[in-house]
């Protein structure tokens, strides 16, 4: 079975400061990966996956994550936070080819970035 | 842009009433998803359908069936409502070959009172 653990419900960081989210995963085979947003009383937004190439992937509003095969993990990062970037985090996983499409999500991770 | 709608942001039934939940693609996906959102809980899926008339339970299906009689639309059915369903609904898209991501309407605050 497929799982994905996101550590930390809520992470704080001060405006202007680096931020990490982590996510970590179990999946057979190899894993396609995804990370989403969550604004208060909204639907998720995609904001980038891994499926196969370059372990850092870059996605929307400034964001990317690695992919660490050895560690299963696909940590989401952001070089400067934003007051804007406060908002819930999903890192979701699903099998590749030949594996369960169907995705699993994480508990999702509450960012609050600090002015 | 894919553009994932939902009948009603916010619901409120009583126990007992038949509730329908619509969800409307516009990207021609074959597949569509039914998730409930609860704090501490993240999504958990109720069903999923991977073509017309074509679905399949999730991790929760029980109290809810779902119907897709048209590829752009899939909807769930609470049959009774009850008090432990009063949740957040979000209804997503896509997944296949291609994109893989998925889409999501805005979701579907439901009360049950």
């Known amino acids: 079975a497929q799982s994905v653990a996101q550590p930390e419900d809520q992470v704080n960081v001060a405006e202007g400061n680096p931020l990490t989210v982590k996510c970590t995963y179990s999946v057979s085979g190899n894993p396609y990966l995804f990370w989403y947003v969550q604004y208060p009383n909204r639907g998720l937004q995609f904001l980038l996956k891994y499926i196969t190439g370059d372990n850092l992937v870059k996605g929307s509003y400034g964001f990317e994550a690695e992919f660490n095969k050895s560690q299963t993990s696909f940590h989401l990062k952001k070089p400067s936070a934003l007051v804007s970037d406060s908002a819930l985090y999903f890192c979701a996983v699903r099998g590749g080819s030949g594996g369960s499409y169907i995705p699993t999500f994480g508990r999702g991770t509450s960012l609050i970035v600090h002015p | 842009d894919v553009k994932v709608t939902q009948s009603s942001r916010y619901l409120v039934k009583r126990t007992g009433e038949k509730v329908f939940l619509e969800c409307v693609q516009d990207m021609d996906h074959e597949n569509m998803f039914w998730y409930r959102q609860d704090p501490g809980l993240g999504l958990r899926l109720i069903y999923f359908?991977?073509?017309?008339?074509?679905?399949e339970k999730g991790d929760i299906p029980e109290g809810y069936s779902v119907s897709r009689e048209k590829k752009e639309r899939f909807s769930l059915i609470l049959e009774s409502a009850s008090t432990n369903q009063t949740s957040m609904y979000l209804c997503?898209?896509?997944?296949?070959?291609?994109?893989?991501?998925?889409?999501f309407g805005p979701g579907t605050r439901l009360t049950v009172t």
């Open positions: 359908s991977y073509d017309v008339k074509m679905k």
């Open positions: 997503a898209s896509g997944g296949t070959s291609g994109s893989y991501e998925q889409y």
